[in-house]
T-cell receptor, first 114, second 115 residues
Framework: DTAVSQTPKYLVTQMGNDKSIKCEQN?????MYWYKQDSKKFLKIMFS???????INETVPNRFSPKSPDKAHLNLHINSLELGDSAVYFC?????????????FGPGTRLLVL | GDSVTQMEGPVTLSEEAFLTINCTYT??????LFWYVQYPGEGLQLLLK?????DKGSNKGFEATYRKETTSFHLEKGSVQVSDSAVYFC??????????????FGQGTILTVHP
């Protein structure tokens, strides 16, 4: 039974298109995150939600818009895709967003913008 | 701001060799420290963690000790296996309400173990 799942696993699209990535966790956690992993494997936080409220919003272009319909779901919508958006996007969750908690990661969504 | 620096990779070892991956950090507060592992084609999973100075995290034969005086959290394993081949990430999370558990990662170290 997958704890944190993401769809789709792969996404190939043209520049200028709009796309969404979905994330769901069945752990009962209150906090969810989006991370971006670039081609050199470097990981950086993008957003975090706690109980459907945005709590972390790093310096991310406003073409990226997260949405949390409920605390088990955190989706990422990207408008006007650019070549530089090509990356692997990971969703994660933790119990309450505390500094000592383990984060549980999804399998990632590999986005390729052509 | 906070940062994490890991030793450059890739690291290539023979099975049963000793592994050390160095990790040092810079933080404004008193963070929790983590090692996450990413196996090929998968997401990250927690390997071990430590939340205060001198704590030792351990799992699957891997160990790391939180050294506040040297701001380090080096990962070690006495005898690696082929199945340990993966990317290893050192990370920190700042203590305090405004961090919300945000992880700051090192650049990752690719480990390849040959039979």
């Amino acid at each position: 039974d997958t704890a944190v799942s993401q769809t789709p696993k792969y996404l190939v699209t043209q520049m200028g298109n709009d796309k969404s990535i979905k994330c769901e966790q069945n752990l009962g956690h209150d906090t969810m995150y989006w991370y971006k992993q670039d081609s050199k494997k470097f990981l950086k936080i993008m957003f975090s939600y706690n109980n459907k409220e945005l709590i972390i919003n790093e310096t991310v272009p406003n073409r990226f818009s997260p949405k949390s319909p409920d605390k088990a779901h955190l989706n990422l919508h990207i408008n006007s895709l650019e070549l530089g958006d090509s990356a692997v996007y990971f969703c994660a969750s933790s119990q309450g967003g505390l500094w000592q908690e383990t984060q549980y990661f999804g399998p990632g969504t590999r986005l390729l913008v052509l | 701001g906070d940062s994490v620096t890991q030793m450059e990779g890739p690291v290539t070892l023979s099975e049963e060799a000793f592994l050390t991956i160095n990790c040092t950090y810079t933080a404004t507060g008193y963070p929790s420290l983590f090692w996450y592992v990413q196996y090929p084609g998968e997401g990250l999973q927690l390997l071990l963690k430590a939340t205060k100075a001198d704590d030792k995290g351990s799992n699957k034969g891997f160990e790391a000790t939180y050294r506040k005086e040297t701001t380090s959290f080096h990962l070690e394993k006495g005898s690696v296996q082929v199945s340990d081949s993966a990317v290893y990430f050192c990370a920190l999370s700042e203590r305090g309400g405004t961090s919300y558990g945000k992880l700051t990662f090192g650049q990752g170290t690719i480990l390849t173990v040959h039979p």
